[in-house]
């Protein structure tokens, strides 16, 4: 593993180095800015390409090896594309109490994935977390920074339709502008 | 530094001018509305809620100001509504589990036509001769709040309702002090850092105050990372100020020049809302340079933690504010001594620095009154589980474990019994019934193997298997290991082969001794307190719950019908009805068929063992029937004309 | 120079020194693996240099205490032979020792600390241990060879000193994944830089990092 294993194009590494300039002028050029940057990065890139370690070192003057190190450590970060809709299965204690790893085993059998993978239309990941806090609500689960609690295998049926519905309508009114149009 | 009237005279012009404007705005006279938007709160729906109160407010043309507030504590009962609404003569009202529809009715009810619609109240907020106030329930009465007074009832985004409460007043006398004073203060207090180890905060503030340097820092730690812990979250959310307070107080005192906070990136909303205090703070001459007049400076920034447990421990956050991995160093040279960029750094608890304002302000005599002797105050539990009204919950040190999860907490619901109660997340242990009225403090629940933690509970009933909770707090450590020193690398992960195996039915009886001596082991040889502590639900539950282990490896059985593997569900069929099909849409496998008169059965080979067909199985049947060992289960074929679809889809393409 | 009594015997040793240096230096033999002399913060991770100090109520690794003028130690009593033991048995666990393949020089650095011990190289009662991690990996030059390594992280030291503070090498992943990983910048001539040193080769106690033309090594 000498890199990180991804796919990203170099169209869009060469998309994300455009940007990258803007994100480090807000941070002083000193090690201690290490993880900011990095979060920034992942904030605004969903992860972090081999290109933006690379140009993460430069920036602040360390090796590439160096930064590859430290964002390997922390869970926070990811090396490659995320989908687009992120689900997270609460694993914490009140959670697993309360049956978490049987609604992340609903979720792993629905989209056929294991946690920290992304479905090969980039259009779902899945992660396992640890404790997000709401443990009144246990089972939980962040679908797309949306909390929701007490979650149930019924619950993870009725959210793909809720997906399903949505993408439905999207496609009709796409489809509505452009006959409109 | 000479006594000096200019800071009080400045915090005081302060303080009357924000209450000068709270004023202005109540003497307006229309209600207000407060509703609880703390994380735990938006998760039960509080921003649906808060959205419904919008638009009836707007569709009626009412008139009432709407008021987010942080956590009661009261999880069990969110999201939560305070409505004043002064004209009727009715004390400020509380209501619960409030969700849009309620919102709805309660607004219409009682802004519109004054009726406060009883149905829904939990109480009221103040003595009354209408309404029970909450006061004189246990889950209100029994707590004594010294941190958390305010959270949930003052606005954690506007620094004038917790300037009106007398806030930062500590600070403006602190100020005036001489430094050695203040430690004085907090070392006669007896205040213990609230982190989990406890030691005494004056000791450690005193160790960095005489150390002459170049600069100093402080760091408050808000990188709650114990799995069902989230008291630290609740107090950034719910009341900034008094944690700032406290911090400006420690650094003044051991005579830092820079502060951070470092709070976990998994709670964004404790990240924004500690960040607009912070600016909001400096906006009123709190924070900065100068801070209230004084020759006092100081700046504070936030800094994000990205999910590494082990950066709780305090050489390991300091490595990952410097930019590295987060493995924690030998120790010493404590950060006291030599911390951030080699700097002395003193570093707190969020729950420490929060005591820290109430101390000052109201004397270390007072702090030592609450709670016991070798741990004066109170503690912060978020109790969850089994328990009737699971949350946050601020009691005296000392009250005992059945007071807090019989009395305060409702007890466990459903009729079951109570078991065992796991404090301190996965440094702490499990206990069983025994300890129930063992007064908790630090040391008595070091003694009994278990720890203050960060102050994690989760209360287990009968059907909680220990095994499980061990092997589930072993697989969190392990996962969470930094992987640095070998006991703790690779001991964790024995334990945790093991107790899989153990709960898999694969269990072999040597593997009872191998655990207990690895596990004393990784306790003695680990380099810092994640493996030092690691072992410790495995050490309790092998103390205390001997029989289950012996079950799961001898019998292969789980007697708490927990262990997948070790357990079956079946249908009886003297109990199922004739044509219920109730399971078998439930199943997500399609394992359940159905078999001679029309009732059902389920196949064991693709059964999952998610449980779904007896939550749904209607109760006066009661059909479905869980067993251990699985063997229990009688074996009924599938007929062939009833293999599953999903199956029948494959063999088609 | 200061006075300690290392198992009852007095000796004489440099001031500034660790108690592990001293008593290595004294010919007295404590297993260690993550130690090295210009640390400037001992490591402290592989867990095998703890001695008993007097005074102090549970043994310390070595590698951590200055030595004291009147410092009293023992190096072999039951309990730090125990955790010594314990710590050894888990390395042993995650490290296949194929005594025909093993390209060390025998004995190698393992094999000394078993015979100091009285033990023999399997980590019984444990089992050997499945790691999520490839056989072999291919550092361009160099092979690295997960298995065989114990993680001592000399060579991401060396590397980093070699390298004024920019080193090639990094522990990557975090816990039991952790592995030493390589990351060179593109344009860098890493061949010609790293072949004049390759100080990380051989500082590396199992030989888990391995030369790719030294071919009697790579098998």
Not at chain 1, 2 to 9: F, G, I, K, S
Not at chain 2, 10 to 32: D, F, H, N
Not at chain 2, 192 to 213: D, I, L, Q, V, Y
Not at chain 3, 88 to 101: N, Q, W
């Amino acid at each position: 593993m000498t890199a990180p294993e991804h796919l990203v194009t170099e169209e869009e590494e060469k998309a994300i180095k455009a940007e990258l300039p803007e994100i480090f002028s807000r941070f002083p050029r000193e090690r201690g800015s290490l993880i900011p940057i990095l979060q920034a990065v992942q904030g605004r890139f969903k992860f972090l390409s081999p290109g933006a370690i690379r140009e993460v070192a430069k920036y602040l003057d360390l090796s590439s090896s160096e930064v590859y190190g430290v964002a390997t450590f922390y869970n926070q970060f990811r090396f490659h594309p995320p989908g687009k809709h992120e689900i997270k299965v609460c694993m914490g204690t009140a959670c697993h109490v309360a049956g978490g790893d049987i609604i992340l085993e609903n979720f792993e059998r629905k989209l056929n994935i294991k946690p920290g993978e992304t479905t090969p239309d980039r259009e779902y990941s899945l992660e396992r977390v640890a404790c997000v806090g709401c443990c009144a609500l246990a089972p939980v689960a962040v679908v797309d920074d949306h909390v929701i609690g007490y979650m149930q295998p019924s619950k993870v049926e009725g959210l793909f339709v809720q997906f399903e519905v949505q993408r439905e309508k999207e496609k009709r009114e796409k489809q509505a502008k452009e006959s409109a149009g | 530094m000479a006594k000096d009237t200019k800071i009080i005279e400045t915090y005081e012009k302060l303080r009357g001018a924000a209450r000068k404007r709270l004023e202005a705005e109540r003497a307006e006279g229309i209600p207000s509305i407060r509703i609880t938007m703390s994380t735990c709160a938006r998760a039960a729906g509080a921003e649906e809620t808060k959205k419904a109160i919008e638009d009836v407010l707007e569709a009626q043309g009412l008139n009432a100001r709407i008021i987010s507030v942080g956590c009661l504590g009261h999880c069990y009962a969110e999201p939560l509504l305070i409505i004043d609404h002064p004209t009727t003569g009715f004390p400020p009202i509380c209501y619960y589990n409030v969700d849009a529809n309620k919102a709805k009715l309660i607004c219409r009810s009682y802004l519109e036509d004054g009726d406060p619609a009883f149905e829904y109240v939990l109480g009221a907020m103040e003595e009354n001769d209408l309404i029970p106030p909450v006061t004189t329930f246990p889950r209100f009465s029994m707590e004594q709040r010294v941190v958390m007074e305010l959270c949930g009832l003052i606005d954690p985004w506007n620094i004038d309702h917790y300037l009106d409460k007398d806030g930062y007043s500590a600070l403006a006398s602190a100020l005036q002090m001489e430094r050695e004073e203040i430690i004085e203060i907090v070392t006669k207090s007896g205040l213990r850092g609230r982190g989990g180890a406890g030691f005494p905060t004056g000791k450690k503030w005193k160790f960095a105050f005489e150390k002459s340097a170049d600069g100093k820092v402080v760091i408050c730690n808000a990188d709650e990372g114990d799995p069902g812990a989230y008291m630290d979250r609740t107090i950034i959310e719910s009341n900034p100020h008094q944690l700032l307070e406290g911090l400006i107080i420690c650094a003044y005192a051991v005579g830092a020049d820079e502060a951070l906070v470092y709070v976990r990136a998994e709670y964004p909303l404790a990240v924004r809302t500690i960040q607009h205090a912070i600016e909001e703070a400096r906006e009123y001459g709190l924070l900065g340079e100068n801070i209230l007049g004084s020759d006092f400076s100081l700046s504070v920034r936030v800094f994000q933690g990205s999910g590494a447990f082990v950066c709780g421990e305090e050489t390991a956050l300091i490595q990952s504010v410097e930019g590295r991995r987060g493995m924690p160093q030998h120790r010493p040279p404590y950060p006291v001594e030599k911390g951030l960029w080699g700097k002395p750094t003193v570093v707190n608890n969020v729950k420490t620095l929060s005591s820290v304002p109430p101390i000052i302000r109201r004397g270390a005599d007072w702090f030592r009154s609450i709670g016991t002797e070798g741990s004066p105050g109170t503690a912060i539990f978020s109790v969850v589980g089994n328990v009737k009204h699971p949350g946050l919950v601020e009691i005296a040190m000392g009250t005992t474990l059945r007071t807090l999860i019989f009395d305060i907490c409702g007890g466990i619901p459903g009729k079951k019994k109570f078991k065992a109660v796991q404090i301190g997340g996965p440094s702490g242990g499990c206990l069983p019934e025994q300890f129930l009225d063992t007064p908790i403090d630090f040391d008595s629940l070091t003694q009994a193997g278990a720890m203050m933690g960060s102050g994690g509970m989760v209360i287990m009933d009968e059907d909680s298997c220990m095994v499980d909770v061990a092997r589930y707090f072993l697989e969190f450590t392990q996962k969470e290991s930094c992987g640095k020193c070998t006991f703790c690398r690779i001991g964790t992960k024995h334990l945790l082969n093991i107790l899989n195996r153990i709960t898999k039915g694969e269990g072999r009886e040597e593997d009872l001794e191998t655990l207990r001596q690895l596990a004393e082991d990784i306790k003695k040889g680990s380099l810092c307190g994640l493996g030092k502590t690691a072992p410790n639900p495995v050490l309790t539950s092998l103390r205390y719950f001997m029989d289950e282990y012996e079950a799961h490896v001898k019998e292969k059985r789980c007697p708490a019908l927990k262990c997948r593997d070790l357990i079956a569900y079946y249908i009886d069929l003297e109990k199922c009805a004739r044509g219920c099909e109730a399971c078998v849409g439930s199943c997500p496998v399609e394992a359940i068929f159905t078999t001679k008169g029309r009732k059902k059965a389920i196949d064991q080979s693709l059964c999952v063992k998610c449980g779904e067909c007896m939550t749904s199985c209607p109760p006066e049947y009661d059909a479905v029937v869980k067993v251990s060992p699985p063997e229990l289960a009688p074996i009924i074929e599938r007929p062939p004309d009833q293999q599953p679809k999903r199956a029948m889809d494959g063999a088609d393409s | 120079m200061v006075q300690i009594i290392v198992n009852g015997k007095s000796i004489e040793v440099e001031e500034g020194q660790t108690v592990l240096e001293a008593c290595l230096s004294n010919g007295i033999f404590i297993p260690n693996l993550c130690f090295l002399k210009d640390r400037e913060h001992p490591h402290a991770s592989c867990r095998l240099c703890f001695v008993e100090i007097e005074g102090r109520p549970a043994p310390v690794p070595s590698c951590t205490v200055n030595v004291e003028d009147g410092m009293v130690i023992r190096t072999d009593t039951p309990e730090v032979k125990r955790l010594q033991k314990s710590a050894f048995k888990l390395i042993m666990s995650g490290h296949p020792c194929h005594a025909k393949t093993c390209p060390t020089e025998k004995p190698c650095t393992l094999m000394k600390i078993a015979k100091h011990l009285g033990v023999g190289l399997s980590p019984k009662p444990l089992e050997k241990l499945e790691r999520d991690i490839p056989e072999v990996v291919d550092f361009g030059f160099m092979f690295y060879f997960p298995y065989r390594c114990v993680l001592c992280g000399r060579c991401v030291h060396v590397c980093r000193t070699q390298n004024e503070g920019k080193p090639l090498l990094t522990f990557a992943r975090r816990g039991f994944d952790t592995m030493v990983a390589f990351f060179s910048d593109p344009g860098e001539n890493v061949e010609a830089k790293c072949r004049s040193c390759l100080a990380c080769i051989n500082i590396c106690p199992t030989a888990a990092l391995v030369l790719k033309a030294d071919e009697r090594k790579t098998a």
